[in-house]
């Protein structure tokens, strides 16, 4: 029996973010026999003095460590905040703390934050061993391999230190109980579960496929459906889905909410998810009612045709109207969210898919400007290109070691800082029902930041569920704003 401590790195408060792989490794560890400590650093008053008492009791042979985020990715914050909206300072800190204790040799780091650029971050950290991908059933191997008197790396094969996990299987039998989900769900107002890992498709600016693999994952609908019960029985009455799209692959996802509807949960037990404009049916839509999904939030990113091309989507205009009609239709909140300044965008095309968007009356539209260049996207292979080139880079915003540190993209047609203005402009009185981005990233009245006022001010009022949701009437519930249909038991 080896004994591993499972560290949650992220210190991001408003909202706290329940780290749901610690649940899933703390799980499989379990399963296969190993002594699992986990030491959760978000709700922590004071992280390094959490580090040390923790690891002053406890001294593992194994630390596997979550990365979730390596910064907020919102345009506004690079121009506005010191730390240009990086994590990797705090992330430092909080490693090396660790590094007091246990050996580098006797560390690996994981989460999609990490999987999105392994072989800098380690070398960032000062590690030498990290996870790319799911790690469900790799640190079982390497906590057997040590239990045998090895180290990780007599474990398999890795590239740089780097072991690949994007192909592997998913833990099964997830206990829900090695991070206080209840803390999470008080403070945060949110469960998470997840129905499938990895994404099949490219769009032109998301780590998600490089991250979590390329292709569709699904998991079990007996595991997924005895997740949910224990969330339940916690008394977690808002569960969000924690694919990348819930709807991809649709036949999976129809399977889920079919389980879901069987289950007959109580009428308080609410769903909220991810989806993309296609593909999406009316018996889709019909069954996301019956399962009591409250809202559904749609990476519209556009509705220009050569835009959206640009972006690798897949859909078009008339998806994303009929994907919207049909949640409206079935009493299901949505969120449209749209995101400018790609390559070969203008304000123009902007305003125009803004008014698209509103004339399909969502319930909430998120507008950004500004695109995060993450590393092993097409976005960022334009970057590199133009660096070895010679070419300007016009349009980039660069910090520090690119690509590691933040880096941000908005076609020069855009005009920084003053389209924020603009925007204000335009929205007029409905920035009611539109979240646009402000230089004051954290005090704007409207943005969706993380640490954000607006958030914080939601929770500290007890609301649950999306935080999307309630933007549109601060002073409401779910219950006094959803249509009744949502709020009915479904026979």
């Given at each position: 029996?080896?004994?591993?401590?499972?560290?949650?790195?992220?210190?991001?408060?408003?909202?706290?973010?329940?780290?749901?792989?610690?649940?899933?490794?703390?799980?499989?560890?379990?399963?296969?026999?190993?002594?699992?400590?986990?030491l959760?650093?978000?709700?922590?008053?004071?992280?390094m003095?959490?580090?040390?008492?923790?690891?002053?009791k406890?001294?593992?042979?194994?630390?596997?460590?979550?990365l979730?985020?390596t910064g907020?990715?919102?345009?506004?914050?690079?121009?506005?905040?010191?730390?240009?909206?990086?994590?990797?300072?705090?992330?430092?800190?909080?490693?090396?703390?660790?590094?007091?204790?246990?050996?580098?040799?006797?560390?690996?780091?994981?989460?999609?934050?990490?999987?999105?650029?392994?072989?800098?971050?380690?070398?960032?950290?000062g590690?030498?061993?990290?996870?790319?991908?799911?790690?469900?059933?790799?640190?079982?191997g390497?906590?057997?391999?040590?239990?045998?008197?090895?180290?990780?790396?007599?474990?398999?094969?890795?590239?740089?230190?780097?072991?690949?996990?994007r192909?592997?299987?998913?833990?099964r039998?997830?206990?829900?109980?090695?991070?206080?989900?209840?803390?999470?769900?008080?403070?945060?107002?949110?469960?998470?579960?997840?129905?499938?890992?990895?994404?099949?498709?490219?769009?032109?600016?998301?780590?998600?496929?490089?991250?979590?693999?390329?292709?569709?994952?699904?998991?079990?609908?007996?595991?997924?459906?005895?997740?949910?019960?224990?969330?339940?029985?916690?008394?977690?009455?808002?569960?969000?889905?924690?694919?990348?799209?819930?709807?991809?692959?649709i036949?999976?996802?129809?399977?889920?909410?079919?389980?879901?509807?069987?289950?007959?949960?109580?009428?308080?037990?609410?769903?909220?998810?991810?989806?993309?404009?296609?593909?999406?049916?009316?018996?889709?839509?019909s069954?996301?009612?019956?399962?009591?999904?409250?809202?559904?939030?749609?990476?519209v990113?556009?509705?220009?045709?050569?835009?959206?091309?640009?972006?690798?989507?897949?859909f078009?205009?008339?998806?994303?109207?009929?994907?919207?009609?049909?949640?409206?239709?079935?009493?299901?909140?949505?969120?449209?969210?749209?995101?400018?300044?790609?390559?070969?965008?203008?304000?123009?095309?902007?305003?125009?898919?803004?008014?698209?968007?509103?004339?399909?009356?969502?319930?909430?539209?998120?507008?950004?400007?500004?695109?995060?260049?993450?590393?092993?996207?097409?976005?960022?292979?334009?970057?590199?290109?133009?660096?070895?080139?010679?070419?300007?880079?016009?349009?980039f915003?660069?910090s520090?070691?690119?690509?590691?540190?933040?880096?941000?993209?908005?076609?020069?047609?855009?005009?920084?800082?003053?389209?924020?203005?603009?925007?204000?402009?335009?929205?007029?009185?409905?920035?009611?029902?539109?979240?646009i981005?402000?230089?004051?990233?954290?005090?704007?009245?409207?943005?969706?930041?993380?640490g954000?006022e607006?958030?914080?001010n939601?929770?500290?009022?007890?609301?649950?569920?999306?935080?999307w949701?309630?933007?549109?009437?601060?002073?409401?519930v779910?219950?006094?704003?959803?249509?009744?249909?949502?709020?009915?038991?479904?026979?």
């Amino acid at each position: 029996m080896a004994r591993v401590t499972l560290v949650n790195l992220n210190r991001i408060q408003v909202p706290p973010i329940g780290p749901y792989a610690i649940d899933i490794l703390g799980s499989a560890l379990e399963e296969a026999g190993h002594d699992v400590g986990v030491l959760d650093l978000t709700p922590a008053e004071d992280p390094m003095e959490a580090i040390d008492s923790y690891f002053q009791k406890y001294v593992p042979d194994l630390v596997g460590m979550s990365l979730r985020n390596t910064g907020d990715v919102y345009f506004p914050s690079f121009l506005d905040l010191p730390n240009k909206g990086s994590f990797l300072e705090e992330h430092q800190m909080l490693i090396s703390r660790i590094r007091m204790h246990v050996p580098a040799e006797k560390m690996i780091l994981g989460g999609v934050g990490f999987s999105s650029n392994a072989e800098k971050l380690l070398k960032r950290f000062g590690l030498k061993y990290g996870v790319v991908g799911p790690g469900d059933a790799l640190i079982v191997g390497i906590a057997n391999a040590i239990d045998e008197g090895k180290s990780i790396k007599d474990f398999g094969n890795c590239e740089e230190g780097v072991f690949d996990g994007r192909k592997s299987q998913l833990a099964r039998k997830i206990k829900r109980k090695f991070i206080d989900n209840k803390w999470y769900y008080k403070n945060g107002g949110l469960g998470n579960v997840r129905t499938s890992n990895g994404c099949g498709m490219s769009c032109s600016y998301c780590i998600e496929p490089t991250a979590k693999g390329k292709g569709f994952n699904t998991r079990k609908i007996a595991d997924v459906m005895e997740e949910i019960d224990q969330l339940v029985a916690m008394g977690i009455n808002d569960i969000h889905t924690a694919d990348s799209e819930f709807n991809m692959p649709i036949t999976h996802s129809k399977e889920v909410l079919r389980a879901i509807i069987a289950r007959r949960y109580p009428n308080n037990v609410r769903f909220w998810t991810y989806c993309q404009p296609h593909p999406f049916d009316e018996e889709y839509a019909s069954l996301l009612a019956k399962a009591n999904f409250v809202g559904a939030n749609f990476g519209v990113d556009h509705a220009d045709p050569e835009v959206l091309k640009s972006l690798g989507k897949w859909f078009g205009r008339e998806h994303i109207a009929n994907a919207t009609n049909l949640c409206k239709d079935n009493g299901i909140a949505v969120m449209h969210e749209l995101i400018f300044g790609y390559p070969g965008d203008t304000p123009k095309k902007m305003f125009e898919t803004i008014e698209f968007a509103k004339s399909l009356d969502p319930w909430v539209i998120g507008v950004v400007v500004g695109f995060g260049v993450l590393n092993g996207t097409k976005l960022a292979g334009i970057f590199q290109k133009k660096v070895v080139s010679g070419e300007s880079l016009d349009g980039f915003y660069v910090s520090g070691e690119p690509l590691t540190d933040p880096v941000f993209y908005a076609d020069p047609s855009f005009k920084i800082p003053e389209i924020f203005d603009e925007l204000r402009d335009y929205v007029g009185r409905d920035i009611y029902r539109i979240m646009i981005p402000q230089m004051t990233s954290k005090s704007g009245e409207n943005n969706q930041l993380v640490g954000s006022e607006r958030v914080m001010n939601t929770l500290q009022s007890g609301k649950t569920g999306a935080y999307w949701y309630h933007y549109r009437n601060y002073n409401s519930v779910i219950e006094q704003s959803v249509p009744a249909v949502m709020l009915q038991k479904n026979k």
